[in-house]
């Protein structure tokens, strides 16, 4: 079956812009996870999903950011006013509950350049 | 709070030799940990996931192991080729979080 998919694959922005990225996760998964992934370094969790509602929201860096899922599957992240630090990859991952055991299934990613 | 170290940070090993990478982490309260391979520019692709009732795990010339005890997991790779070239992350499962916790990865190189 289909796995996690992202889009865009690739986006440019200028600083000051705002931005969305989408993530599809695999069907009938309820848990959905975003991480940014910065040169150099491992991801890094932002937020995770459980169902409609954000469980856990204590990666986000600050206010620019936010994340929704309303219906339960398809969830997309904004960022406001982009920085230049704000250039990354962003990956996504779902699982079919938020339980420990259950491994995570990672999306291509989004890779953000802002300029 | 949990640490995932990996060490060393960058190998480059010939042809064909046997090679281990490690991986560290601080806490043994963990639900699960998993290796993760990384080519340059893509996203992650997942090698083995070693539930936390588990010792070891084997996918063709990978095998990877947990000690939970003392807080560490090797991925051994046999008879290395040049495709193994890329970046492997190793990351844990804590019990007392709902996120995956990722080292900083192994950039490994095999040379023709």
């Known amino acids: 079956g289909a796995g996690v998919s992202q889009t865009p694959s690739n986006k440019v922005t200028e600083k000051g812009k705002y931005v969305e990225l989408r993530c599809d996760p695999i069907?009938?998964?309820?848990?959905l996870y975003w991480y940014r992934q910065s040169l150099g370094q491992g991801p890094e969790f932002l937020i995770y999903?459980?169902?409609?509602?954000?469980?856990?929201d204590s990666g986000l860096p600050n206010d620019r950011f936010f994340a929704v899922r309303p219906e339960g599957s398809v969830s997309t992240l904004k960022i406001q006013r982009t920085e230049r630090g704000d250039s990354a990859v962003y990956l996504c991952a779902s699982s079919a509950t938020g339980q420990g055991h259950n491994e995570q299934f990672f999306g291509p990613g989004t890779r953000l350049t802002v300029l | 709070k949990q640490e995932v170290t990996q060490i060393p940070a960058a190998l480059s090993v010939p042809e064909g030799e046997n090679l281990v990478l490690n991986c560290s982490f601080t806490?043994?309260?963990?639900?699960?940990l998993q290796w993760f391979r990384q080519d340059p520019g893509k996203g992650l692709t997942s090698l083995l996931l070693i539930q936390s009732s588990q010792r070891e795990q084997t996918s063709g010339r990978l095998n990877a192991s947990l000690d939970k005890s003392s807080g560490r997991s090797t991925l051994y790779i046999a008879a290395s080729q040049p495709g193994d070239s890329a970046t492997y992350l190793c990351a844990v499962r804590p019990r007392r979080d709902d996120k995956i916790i990722f080292g900083k990865g192994t950039r490994l190189h095999i040379l023709p």
């Open positions: 069907s009938g998964h309820t848990a």
């Open positions: 999903f459980q169902g409609t509602g954000a469980a856990d």
């Open positions: 806490d043994s309260a963990i639900y699960n």
